[in-house]
């Protein structure tokens, strides 16, 4: 039996009250009239698919953060804070913020200037169709797949915490999203994850209040995770809650990583190609009305991503502290979620670690607030589906159907392409989520499979927008080689787990220190046979190259604005606060 | 922001926050006037009265500062 729907005998977490389930169906009023209001105003293709490039700064930017706020987001990185303490934290900071300000300062001119429509429409004007195909597909096949994933764990989360049925939960949601994507296209989008954005941190962020209150603020939550673990017996315990000083040793802190995973696989390859190179969060920064503003949006969006971890990671810890068995008092020990959803698991009542956020939901609202809360996990599901239904949409029309099957067709025939898309996307989603149900396991393997893509991609547009050496040959071939080497690493841990000491370095590394590593492998690899294939075959001259690359293209004069109003100011103080957080949590 | 219409996305915010604000206080209240037999913890904060005010206010804040009627009056005033 799938052990996920073992979920459906047991008891739910939470039960909402009639005022909890107002505010539920309040919000699903409330998205669907956004969509059918901006029905009218996505006519054209640069309306749907770019939301008119008008948004403001803090529009994009709160846009481009919210596609990234999925629900597995939210309860996934609870989740990894309860098992891997605050180095999860890291995922929010050194793995967003420095890829954040590169994306603002350094890329974001060359994306607004040649006015692409995708990240696989750049590399069509950078190395030609090869990449831009190989890309493309890759893309449309991951974010499909992304989004029905996505559907399936919300369906699961609303049966575990609430009861609800799977299958009402996944066609509610899922044509929720359909609507008000269809009819808005991008706009419709952006304007919902900038909604979503303030409800999740309406409905979360008294988690962590409540929490530091109950533990006795900072030092008396350290003090408590200390002596839980002690009392467990769990190795390195004082590690739990420092995100740096353990880091020099693979076998000081609970991921089995150390500072060069962290500092290289995830802080220059992994969050680089995903912050700067993943279509489904670039296509946000793109829909500004202007540079200033492209460029300002990414460091808005830094900035609230920073913050993030109080509403994701404190939870976490704050479970690691305070989680208690009502019943008998004694300390609740959250388990990986095969263990939970096992028959033996449900039988002793156990609990995953993705539950974790839900468990604190439920310790401290009540009703009104609890509904908040639950809203907040739908809306973070909305949010990411969202994203990647509009993402794929955009890629599908532009660059597979308008690059590869009609090459003549019209801005009206992409926008009903677009419309007709968002079906058709929502409906493979829902069957995507239906097929993992029968198969477990390929959600563990997600993530993985995404960072196939997204490191040898990074490898291939930066070397692209910065050296102008780079040919199409080059960058076509390396990210083929970088995109199989990565599969290549994958497979042979899997088929010899002796093999995780050279991939990793490390026997003790746990799945997201292997991630971290193989990353870096193919994004070197990527960038190695791109040089060398390259530096073989005959480049482009300059003036094919303008407006692509660095050095050979003018960078508009912006407007002279006051330091205030400057992208570069807000970026480094941006920075300061990043590197201030990182001496305090040290 | 606006969306092209006389509607902004932060009026939409506004309203979000001010109905869930309204209806979560307004719950806080009723349960001071009839405590709940099953307690959450921290029940004593009241949680539910003054993060349900903070919302209140806070939407009621967006909702007028972008009103429609501002809004129309905005876009008129830059035409």
């Given at each position: 039996?799938?052990?996920?729907l073992?979920?459906?005998s047991?008891?739910t977490l939470?039960?909402?009250?009639?005022?909890d389930?107002v505010?539920?169906v309040?919000?699903?009023?409330?998205?669907?009239?956004?969509?059918?209001y901006?029905?009218?105003?996505?006519?054209?293709?640069?309306?749907?698919?770019?939301a008119g490039?008008?948004?403001?700064?803090?529009?994009a930017?709160?846009?481009f953060?919210?596609?990234n706020?999925g629900s597995?987001?939210l309860?996934?990185?609870?989740g990894?804070?309860?098992k891997y303490?605050?180095?999860?934290?890291?995922?929010?900071?050194?793995?967003?913020?420095?890829?954040m300000?590169?994306?603002?300062?350094?890329m974001?001119?060359f994306?607004?200037?040649c006015?692409?429509?995708?990240?696989?429409g750049?590399?069509?004007l950078?190395?030609?169709?090869g990449?831009?195909?190989?890309?493309?597909?890759s893309?449309a096949?991951?974010?499909?797949?992304?989004s029905?994933i996505?559907?399936?764990?919300?369906?699961?989360?609303?049966r575990?915490?609430l009861?609800?049925?799977?299958?009402?939960?996944?066609?509610?949601?899922?044509?929720t999203v359909?609507?008000?994507?269809a009819?808005?296209?991008?706009?419709?989008?952006?304007?919902?994850?900038?909604?979503?954005?303030?409800?999740?941190w309406?409905?979360?962020?008294?988690i962590p209040?409540?929490?530091l209150v109950?533990a006795g603020g900072?030092?008396g939550?350290k003090?408590?995770?200390?002596?839980?673990?002690t009392?467990?017996?769990?190795?390195n315990?004082?590690?739990?809650?420092?995100?740096?000083s353990?880091l020099g040793?693979?076998?000081d802190?609970p991921?089995?990583i150390?500072w060069?995973?962290?500092v290289f696989?995830?802080g220059a390859v992994?969050s680089m190609?995903?912050?700067?190179?993943?279509?489904?969060?670039?296509q946000?920064?793109?829909?500004?009305?202007?540079?200033?503003?492209?460029?300002?949006?990414?460091?808005?969006?830094?900035a609230?991503?920073?913050?993030?971890?109080?509403i994701?990671?404190?939870p976490g810890l704050?479970?690691?502290?305070?989680l208690?068995?009502?019943?008998?008092g004694?300390?609740?020990?959250?388990?990986p979620?095969?263990?939970?959803?096992?028959?033996?698991?449900?039988?002793?009542g156990?609990?995953g670690?993705?539950?974790?956020l839900?468990?604190?939901?439920?310790?401290?609202?009540?009703?009104?607030?609890?509904?908040l809360?639950?809203?907040?996990?739908?809306?973070?599901?909305?949010?990411?589906?969202a994203?990647?239904?509009?993402a794929?949409t955009?890629?599908?029309?532009y660059?597979i159907y308008g690059?590869l099957?009609?090459?003549?067709?019209?801005?009206?025939s992409?926008?009903r392409?677009?419309?007709?898309?968002?079906?058709?996307?929502v409906?493979?989603s829902?069957?995507?989520?239906?097929l993992?149900?029968?198969a477990?396991?390929?959600?563990?393997?997600?993530?993985a499979?995404f960072?196939?893509?997204?490191?040898?991609l990074?490898?291939?547009v930066?070397?692209?927008?910065?050296?102008?050496?780079?040919?199409?040959a080059g960058?076509?071939?390396?990210?083929?080689a970088g995109?199989m080497?990565?599969?290549g690493?994958?497979?042979?841990?899997k088929?010899?787990?002796?093999?995780?000491?050279?991939?990793?370095?490390?026997?003790?590394?746990q799945d997201?220190?292997?991630n971290?590593?193989?990353?870096?492998?193919?994004?070197?690899?990527?960038?190695?046979?791109?040089?060398?294939?390259s530096?073989l075959?005959?480049?482009?001259?300059?003036?094919?190259?303008?407006?692509?690359?660095?050095?050979?293209?003018p960078?508009p004069h912006?407007?002279?604005?006051?330091?205030?109003?400057?992208?570069?100011?807000?970026?480094?103080?941006?920075?300061?606060?990043?590197?201030?957080?990182?001496?305090?949590?040290? | 922001m606006?969306?092209?219409?006389?509607?902004?996305?932060?009026?939409?915010?506004?309203v979000?926050?001010?109905v869930?604000?309204?209806?979560i206080?307004?719950?806080?209240?009723y349960?001071?006037?009839?405590?709940?037999?099953?307690q959450?913890?921290?029940?004593t904060?009241?949680?539910n009265v003054?993060?349900?005010?903070?919302?209140?206010?806070l939407g009621l804040?967006?909702?007028?500062?972008f009103s429609p009627?501002?809004?129309?009056?905005?876009m008129?005033g830059?035409?």
């Amino acid at each position: 039996m799938n052990p996920a729907l073992l979920v459906l005998s047991s008891s739910t977490l939470v039960h909402l009250s009639p005022v909890d389930l107002v505010i539920v169906v309040f919000y699903f009023a409330l998205v669907l009239a956004i969509g059918l209001y901006l029905k009218e105003q996505a006519n054209t293709g640069e309306d749907f698919f770019m939301a008119g490039r008008e948004m403001t700064a803090w529009v994009a930017g709160l846009a481009f953060l919210s596609a990234n706020l999925g629900s597995l987001e939210l309860m996934g990185w609870a989740g990894n804070s309860y098992k891997y303490g605050i180095l999860a934290a890291h995922w929010y900071w050194i793995g967003a913020i420095p890829a954040m300000l590169f994306l603002a300062l350094v890329m974001m001119p060359f994306y607004h200037i040649c006015k692409t429509h995708s990240v696989p429409g750049y590399l069509k004007l950078r190395f030609g169709p090869g990449a831009q195909a190989l890309s493309s597909i890759s893309f449309a096949f991951m974010t499909v797949l992304m989004s029905g994933i996505n559907m399936y764990a919300m369906a699961v989360v609303m049966r575990v915490v609430l009861g609800w049925d799977i299958n009402v939960s996944i066609l509610i949601s899922s044509v929720t999203v359909m609507i008000y994507v269809a009819l808005g296209g991008l706009r419709s989008a952006i304007f919902n994850e900038v909604l979503q954005f303030f409800l999740i941190w309406a409905g979360a962020l008294l988690i962590p209040i409540l929490g530091l209150v109950e533990a006795g603020g900072w030092s008396g939550l350290k003090a408590k995770i200390l002596q839980n673990l002690t009392e467990q017996h769990v190795a390195n315990p004082g590690s739990y809650t420092h995100a740096w000083s353990t880091l020099g040793s693979f076998t000081d802190n609970p991921m089995g990583i150390n500072w060069v995973g962290i500092v290289f696989g995830l802080g220059a390859v992994i969050s680089m190609g995903y912050w700067t190179t993943d279509f489904l969060v670039v296509q946000r920064v793109l829909a500004a009305k202007d540079l200033r503003s492209a460029k300002l949006a990414p460091i808005i969006g830094a900035a609230f991503k920073m913050m993030v971890p109080f509403i994701v990671i404190l939870p976490g810890l704050l479970g690691l502290a305070l989680l208690r068995d009502p019943h008998t008092g004694s300390l609740l020990r959250l388990v990986p979620a095969d263990l939970a959803w096992s028959a033996a698991g449900q039988a002793q009542g156990l609990h995953g670690y993705d539950e974790v956020l839900p468990l604190m939901l439920a310790r401290y609202c009540g009703p009104g607030l609890l509904g908040l809360g639950i809203t907040a996990l739908i809306a973070g599901f909305m949010s990411g589906m969202a994203g990647n239904v509009s993402a794929f949409t955009t890629v599908w029309t532009y660059d597979i159907y308008g690059a590869l099957i009609n090459k003549n067709a019209s801005d009206d025939s992409k926008v009903r392409m677009g419309r007709w898309c968002t079906v058709i996307g929502v409906i493979v989603s829902i069957g995507t989520a239906y097929l993992v149900m029968n198969a477990q396991s390929i959600m563990d393997y997600v993530q993985a499979l995404f960072s196939f893509f997204i490191a040898p991609l990074f490898g291939t547009v930066i070397l692209g927008m910065l050296w102008k050496r780079a040919t199409a040959a080059g960058g076509f071939w390396g990210l083929l080689a970088g995109t199989m080497s990565s599969v290549g690493m994958y497979v042979w841990v899997k088929v010899n787990p002796d093999a995780v000491r050279y991939v990793a370095l490390s026997s003790q590394a746990q799945d997201q220190a292997q991630n971290m590593f193989r990353a870096l492998w193919c994004w070197l690899i990527c960038v190695v046979v791109t040089v060398v294939v390259s530096l073989l075959t005959k480049p482009k001259s300059d003036a094919e190259l303008a407006d692509l690359v660095y050095g050979l293209t003018p960078i508009p004069h912006e407007e002279k604005v006051s330091m205030f109003h400057s992208p570069v100011f807000w970026g480094i103080v941006v920075a300061i606060v990043f590197v201030i957080l990182q001496i305090i949590f040290w | 922001m606006k969306s092209g219409g006389s509607l902004s996305i932060w009026f939409f915010i506004g309203v979000s926050l001010a109905v869930n604000g309204a209806i979560i206080c307004g719950t806080g209240i009723y349960e001071l006037v009839s405590p709940p037999e099953h307690q959450v913890v921290l029940y004593t904060l009241h949680a539910n009265v003054w993060w349900g005010g903070v919302l209140l206010i806070l939407g009621l804040f967006f909702s007028l500062r972008f009103s429609p009627a501002k809004e129309r009056a905005r876009m008129a005033g830059n035409s």
